[in-house]
């Protein structure tokens, strides 16, 4: 929703400043990288609720043509989107469109996957910050882009790890229900057991004590 309104609010903005390639190019990147983001979405919640936060690649939808090729074309999309979208000087693309591939990376690749991704997303904003307002309006915006690629790793991580903790408490839930059950199973097989012991014993005090008495007076 938020990188949706913020490409929205810029091809209004920028307008006059685009030409009609250059908004038809911002809008159908956009649009693209949405579809993108919506199909890593899936996978990652897919991964979440059927497989648990592995931080691996699976066979979601996100992963199913590589994880190199879907992040790698989400953050070529995210290029274009920024290198387009601000012609006045201002980016503010730049910061909501690049951390949502970090956020779908903890979900989808392994720790060097994730650092890769967060590297080549802070690569573009930086290249992005001196291609419309030079090097020296680098060491202004990169730090806070940093903190916010961090914010976004260390939320990410948060949520798996308590996704991943809820897994765990359900399967030892289950796990417990079935002992329970197995208990109540043995309970009654025990019950059963001890019931045949007890007939088998008076069925032997039977025949070894009434049933002689009982042949020796017939007899008699």
Known sequence: IMVGTA????????????SATQTAGLAAAGALYLGGSLYGVQGAVRSLLQEG?????TG?????????????????LALVVCLLGSPRGANPLAWVILLPPVALSVFQLRGLGIAAVAGLSLTIFTANTVW?????SVPAGLPAFFFA?????AFSLLAAGAENARQEVQRLAGELSEANQRLREYAVQSAELAMTRERNRLAREIHDSIGHCLTVVNVQ
């Open 53 to 57: 936060p592995t931080l691996r690649p």
């Open 7 to 18: 490409l929205a609010k810029t091809i209004v903005t920028e307008l006059g400043s685009l």
């Open 132 to 136: 419309w307002r030079g090097w020296d």
């Open 60 to 76: 979601s939808s996100a992963t199913s043509v590589g994880p190199a090729v879907f992040f790698g074309i989400q953050l070529g």
């Open 149 to 153: 690629v961090l914010f976004t790793l």
